[in-house]
């Protein structure tokens, strides 16, 4: 079964590139010198961001919908990060490197099923939940932090 990963858009992001400290503050974010790979995934790229490089850590509504599983956490996006991942049957690096929990949701933004699987085998998993009609798409995010990491939609 065909599937399609993506990443967030740049644009929400792009007003933080290169603020200063108290504009950063103000806007609840943190900018941190990337010192280990993997630790700091792009939600834009998703890929680990590399040694040296600046990310962000921010809050972000990354299930924006009417029902309780309305969803808003923390997110590293790498500054400066502008083409968002965006392709078909293809598992990004950033998730295939980790623990990750995929949540099936149908059309109104209620879960209908999820599970935990090694990314290695995150395929299989996709399958499985797109196999319920019902499940509109899925969002992955990182099991252990509990970070957002993307969303897969059907193909």
């Avoid at 603020?19 to 280990?36: P, T």
């Avoid at 961001?49 to 850590?57: H, P, R």
């Amino acid at each position: 079964m065909s599937f399609r990963i993506r990443g967030l858009s740049a644009k929400p992001f792009r007003r933080l590139y290169g603020q200063d400290e108290s504009v950063l503050a103000e806007a609840g974010a943190r900018r941190f010198v990337v010192d280990k790979k993997p630790g700091f995934p792009d939600r834009v790229t998703m890929r680990d961001a590399e040694i040296g490089d600046t990310a962000l850590l921010l809050n972000f509504v990354t299930h924006d919908v009417d029902t309780p599983y309305r969803t808003s956490y923390a997110i590293f996006v790498r500054e400066g990060a502008e083409e968002a991942f965006d392709e078909v049957d293809e598992v990004p690096p950033a998730m295939r490197a980790r623990l990750l929990s995929l949540r099936g949701f149908d059309e109104k933004g209620w879960l209908i099923d999820a599970d935990v699987v090694d990314g290695r085998d995150v395929e299989v998993l996709i399958t499985r939940l797109f196999y319920n009609p019902g499940i509109a798409y899925i969002h992955a995010h990182n099991a252990k932090h509990g970070c957002y990491s993307g969303l897969i939609e059907r193909a």
